[in-house]
């Protein structure tokens, strides 16, 4: 089928600490891969995409590749601030559909 | 450009009673898709519409239906309301890019039901 499996959270850091969420995809074709965050009150914000296998997306220091060998698609950032505490939604696409799969959301807190 | 919007902000109403909400896409985007989010289920697709046509639907009750007018603003439409049916609606939009379903979220409709 077409799941996506998110690591469980919540997650707490420390300022400019380094920042891995992790994601995971079922390998049904090849599909776009995606990070959206949500902050508190507000809808989901496009944060970085991939759309094929070894991409790199990008965006406000976050980084993730598409690995299509372990069909994983984690996020990373080198120094987190408090602005980024947040929840953030790994998704995939449905091939032929405007429609999107999600994971189950990592809760993100950054204390000073 | 404007993003996309979706009245009302909030909501309240009673079992049993029905709820309208409205979502205008951005300018030129034709597809319009909506997701329930609650605590328990997460993130969920319920349909999408593009030029007025229902293309996609996913596994919710038919209480649950919507529309998509020629200026490709959508409604949604829930009848005879459950407690369950609580959450955050949320609608986006997107262009049709081939094997890309970038979507972009409005700030979504909160529905309490009582």
């Known amino acids: 089928g077409n799941s996506v499996t998110q690591m469980e959270g919540p997650v707490t850091l420390s300022e400019e600490a380094f920042l891995t969420i992790n994601c995971t995809y079922t390998?049904?074709?090849?599909?776009?891969l995606f990070w959206y965050v949500q902050y508190p009150g507000e809808g989901l914000q496009l944060l970085l995409k991939?759309?094929?296998?070894?991409d790199k997306g990008s965006n406000k220091g976050f980084e993730a590749t598409y690995r299509k060998e372990t069909t994983s698609f984690h996020l990373e950032k080198g120094s987190v601030q408090v602005s980024d505490s947040a929840v953030y939604f790994c998704a995939r696409g449905i091939q032929g559909a405007q429609k999107l799969v999600f994971g189950q959301g990592t809760r993100l807190t950054i204390n000073p | 450009k404007a993003g996309v919007t979706q009245t009302p902000r909030y909501l309240i109403k009673t079992r049993g009673q029905q709820v309208t909400l409205s979502c205008s896409p951005i300018?030129?985007?034709?597809?319009v898709s909506w997701y329930q989010q609650t605590p328990g289920q997460g993130l969920q697709f319920l349909f999408e519409y593009f030029s007025e046509t229902q293309r996609n639907k996913g596994n919710f009750p038919g209480r649950f239906s919507g529309r998509q007018f020629s200026n490709s603003r959508s409604e949604m439409n829930v009848s005879t309301l459950e407690l369950g049916d609580s959450a955050l609606y949320l609608c986006?939009?997107?262009?049709?890019?081939?094997?890309?379903?970038?979507?972009?979220f409005g700030p979504g409709t909160r529905l309490t039901v009582l």
């Open positions: 300018s030129g985007h034709r597809s």
């Open positions: 991939a759309t094929k296998a070894d």
């Open positions: 390998a049904t074709g090849y599909p776009s």
């Open positions: 986006a939009s997107s262009l049709e890019l081939a094997g890309v379903n970038e979507q972009f």
